[in-house]
Nanobody, 127 residues
């Protein structure tokens, strides 16, 4: 059974940084494509960043230039470096991965049907 565990969330002041990690256990494949999502208070879950099989990345407009997604396939680990954090970044952050990553993934990474999801890690940014 594949399990994803996020870590690295916490409380930080505006302008600060956090680095989220997502560790997959029981993942039987060599590499993966992935996404980070978040659910802000009172809002639906939204895509934040995605990374393709070969490392191409996509970002939501609200985080572009401030967040960086990366992965280490050999360690089945996904990261999200978050800099210049704003109070409006406050929410629950989730990771998701897939081993099936055709060209279509990079066209719609935030609506992709990821089979594996983490439980989330809370990020709170105070002003």
């Amino acid at each position: 059974e594949v399990q994803l565990v996020e870590s690295g969330g916490g409380s930080v002041q505006a302008g600060g940084s956090l680095r989220l990690s997502c560790q997959a256990s029981g993942y039987p494949y060599r590499d993966f494509c992935a996404g980070w999502f978040r659910q802000l208070p009172g809002k639906e879950r939204e895509g934040v960043a995605s990374i393709g099989l070969h490392g191409s990345s996509t970002y939501a407009a609200s985080v572009k230039g401030r967040f960086t997604i990366s992965k280490v396939d050999a360690a089945s680990t996904l990261y999200l470096q978050m800099d210049s954090l704003k109070p409006e970044d406050t929410g629950m952050y989730y990771c998701a991965i897939d081993s099936y990553c055709p060209q279509g993934f990079e066209d719609e990474p935030f609506t992709w049907g990821y089979p594996y999801w983490g439980q989330g890690t809370q990020v709170t940014v105070s002003s």
